[in-house]
């Protein structure tokens, strides 16, 4: 997919004002306008590609050629989107897919009916800001320097237009994680949860969902420590399935381990980091 650079308007060491946004069961979604459609926008790292829905596309040029992901994801075809503006950015992107189940409430648990999803390809575009446990979500032009407030950061290296982190267990294991904001869960391939010497486990329902990906294996959630050589909560409840969801990671690394702290990325700089170590929040629906 073409990628565009996002445009400046803001000086890089200036912080803009945060975004409408809403937050729930560790998803976080932002209020976006895409031509004359504005509307509420999942924010997934772990999306590939930015999606929309049939009634969000209406009147946009659509776009030659069928999605690859068709047949898996129920895409419908490709459109050529205006300009997305969140706050006082705008990103261009040369495509975006078309989900048809989007026109209905795609995540029904979060009660949040929505325009699209932001996917790497735009998300990868800048530097975000994201504190899900405040309400809070800032977007910003690309800089080499790090804020200050970004104690801890960490190399984000880019696999199949996702983008992916390595982490290391208490145990030495490293693993490479695909970072989703898709979802707030911990996943883990259970090959790799052996090798770390995870002992004991509480199954847990057969079929698990996560992100809209069912897993016709049982699943089993393990309390272990999880050291990244930074600031990761210590103990965490880490989903471990027969096999991650692509082949190219160990796992998946979701919200549910930032713990009240705020996570950063800048894609085309290649970091990602954490700041902040406030209250943590209960995963729960927000008001409407």
């Known amino acids: 997919m ?6 400046p ?18 998803r976080v979604y932002v209020r976006a306008r895409a031509g004359e459609a504005l509307g509420w926008w999942l924010v997934d790292t772990g999306a590939t590609h930015t999606v929309v829905s049939p009634r969000t596309a209406h009147g946009w040029p659509r776009a030659v050629g ?4 068709a047949d898996a994801y129920g895409l419908s075809g490709w459109a050529v989107p205006p300009l997305i503006r969140l706050g006082g950015q705008a990103l261009r992107l040369g495509r975006a897919a078309i989900l048809p189940r989007l026109s209905e409430r795609f995540l029904a648990e979060d009660e949040v ?18 504190d899900p446990a405040r309400n809070t979500v ?19 290296e880019a696999r199949h237009g996702s983008p992916v982190l390595r982490l290391r267990h208490a145990s030495g294991r490293q693993w490479a994680m695909l ?3 898709g979802t707030d869960a911990l996943l883990l391939r259970a090959s790799e949860a052996r090798l770390a010497g995870w002992q004991g486990a509480e199954q847990a329902q057969a079929g698990a969902r996560l992100q809209g ?21 210590a103990l965490q409840t880490i989903l471990v399935a027969a096999r991650a969801p692509m082949d190219w990671v160990d796992g998946v690394l979701g919200t ?23 209250p943590h929040r209960p995963p729960g629906r927000d008001p409407a």
Request: aromatic content about 10%; some cysteine; proline content about 8%.
């Open 2 to 7: 073409a990628l565009a650079a996002l445009l």
């Open 9 to 26: 308007i803001l000086a890089p060491a200036v912080l803009p004002e945060g975004l409408p946004c809403r937050t729930a069961n560790g």
């Open 66 to 69: 069928v999605p690859r992901e």
């Open 113 to 130: 009916f929505i325009s699209g999803i932001l996917g790497w390809d735009a998300l990868g575009q800048g530097r975000w800001r994201l």
């Open 138 to 156: 800032h977007v910003m032009a690309s800089a080499s320097r790090r804020p200050a407030e970004v104690k801890h950061h960490w190399p984000l």
């Open 179 to 181: 970072l989703d904001t």
């Open 213 to 233: 990906l069912a897993s016709a294996q049982p699943s089993w959630s393990w309390k272990t420590r999880l050291d990244s050589r930074g600031p990761l909560s």
């Open 256 to 278: 549910g381990f930032l713990s009240g702290r705020t996570l950063w990325w800048d894609g085309p700089s290649g970091w990602w980091g954490l700041s902040g170590t406030g």
